[in-house]
């Protein structure tokens, strides 16, 4: 978040209706969605490993089951987060948008990385919706209230989901699972304890992020090391700094050259 707010938005991301004077966000997609839909897939893979490594042993019966649970709680999360988003792409566009279950299925892998220990099974499918609703709400302010341009959606992601995730700990972690029954979640029984550690750790991750991250971006912004001038911009990067295209326009063979060995 501090990078993308610091860094400005690309080049025509947000335009101004001269009629209403108010900014929109151009949408400006990226070029490949099978590639993207190969990055999540490794992404979802991984998350397994991630979360259900998390506890760093397996060598009893009790961390196994804990270890199993993991990954079924982190697998639920992400198919309820990618069913949740896909269908809501399609109620409001009316088509069925990869780029939707993608981002949806992320963001309910990361709301679950808080509890994965102390969640059921059920409540991994209601922490996945979550997420996908943390991270939906956190771009839909990105780029209408603040014009803040996240060109991968990195910051609602994790900040968006990962908030949802949190704070959903403190509301569902279940007795059977915590260290104490008070530690439990406000609703299966907790005094709010659990929630107030959420709260806290919440406030207190979003602190050192954002301030560590704002004092490094700035810096280079300072230093005029953060952005490249407008002409490499609207150039391209891959053509202005490696002489190649990323991207074939309507004109693709004005793209082609010659090899040289």
């Not at 990869?98 to 892998?109: D, I, K, Q």
């Not at 780029?143 to 968006?160: K, V, W, Y």
Request: with cysteine; aromatic share 14%.
């Amino acid at each position: 978040m501090a990078g993308a707010w610091i860094l400005g938005p690309r080049i025509g991301c947000f335009v101004q209706n001269e009629q209403t004077g108010e900014w929109q966000a151009v949408e400006i997609p990226g070029h490949n969605a099978v590639l993207a839909a190969l990055g999540t897939l490794v992404l979802w893979f991984g998350f397994f490993q991630f979360n259900a490594g998390a506890g760093y042993a397996v060598a009893s019966n009790a961390n196994i089951v804990t270890t199993g649970r993991a990954g079924v709680v982190t697998n639920l999360a992400a198919a309820s987060g990618g069913c949740a988003l896909l269908f809501y792409g399609v109620l409001r566009n009316g088509v069925w948008d990869p780029a939707f279950a993608m981002n949806g299925l992320l963001g309910g892998m990361v709301a679950s990385c808080s509890g994965v220990n102390v969640f059921d099974t059920w409540s991994a499918i209601i922490v996945g919706i979550l997420g996908a609703l943390g991270f939906y709400v956190q771009v839909w302010v990105f780029e209408t209230q603040l014009r803040i341009d996240d060109p991968l959606n990195a910051s609602p992601l994790h900040m968006g989901s990962g908030i949802m995730g949190m704070l959903a700990v403190g509301f569902l972690a279940n007795d059977k699972y915590v260290a104490s029954a008070d530690e439990a979640g406000l609703f299966l029984g907790g005094n709010g304890k659990q929630l107030g550690y959420q709260v806290y750790g919440t406030i207190v991750y979003f602190a050192w992020a954002f301030g560590t991250s704002a004092l490094l971006f700035y810096g280079l912004k300072l230093k005029g090391w953060l952005r490249v001038s407008e002409e490499a911009e609207l150039m391209g990067m891959d053509q202005h700094e490696h002489a190649g295209f990323a991207y074939i326009d309507d004109d693709g063979d004005s793209h082609r050259r010659p090899k040289s060995f």
